[in-house]
């Protein structure tokens, strides 16, 4: 999830292109309303940190509250980071840097979902 489209689309590319099954939204309210009313049928949650209204990391939080087990990836920009106790304390498993690499993604969803 991204506010971007663009970004959006080419990540649900890649991961269609890896064979994932994907849900994409472009506003944290939105996939936390869907989040919420599917919880069940989501097996990983990949975020951006900089998103308007809410950001990654609360999404994460917020997620996390319904469904603990949930495993979550969140996007970042070099000065988005935010400190790994924290991150992991919000249910934020691993961090992908941007600009994402298809590999990248392919080993962090590989090793996360494990």
Same mark, same amino acid.
């Given at each position: 999830?991204?506010d971007? !489209? @663009?970004?959006?689309?080419?990540?649900? !590319?890649m991961l269609?292109?890896?064979?994932?099954?994907?849900?994409?939204?472009?506003? =944290? +309210?939105? @996939?936390?309303?869907?989040? =919420?009313?599917q919880r069940?049928?989501?097996? #990983?949650?990949?975020?951006?940190?900089?998103? %308007?209204? +809410?950001?990654?990391? *609360?999404?994460a !939080?917020?997620? =996390?509250?319904?469904? %603990?087990? *949930? %495993? &979550?990836? #969140?996007?970042?920009?070099?000065?988005d980071?935010? @400190? !790994?106790?924290? @991150?992991?304390?919000?249910g &934020?498993?691993?961090? #992908? +840097? /941007? %600009?994402?690499?298809?590999?990248?993604?392919?080993?962090?969803?590989?090793?996360i979902? /494990?």
């Amino acid at each position: 999830m991204d506010d971007d !489209q @663009a970004i959006v689309y080419i990540v649900k !590319q890649m991961l269609e292109n890896l064979g994932y099954n994907v849900t994409a939204k472009y506003s =944290s +309210m939105d @996939a936390l309303a869907h989040f =919420s009313s599917q919880r069940n049928h989501f097996d #990983l949650v990949i975020t951006d940190m900089t998103m %308007p209204k +809410m950001t990654g990391d *609360i999404l994460a !939080q917020r997620i =996390s509250q319904m469904r %603990p087990d *949930i %495993p &979550i990836i #969140l996007f970042t920009g070099y000065g988005d980071m935010i @400190a !790994q106790e924290k @991150a992991k304390a919000l249910g &934020i498993r691993a961090f #992908l +840097m /941007k %600009p994402l690499q298809t590999r990248d993604l392919a080993r962090t969803i590989r090793e996360i979902l /494990k």
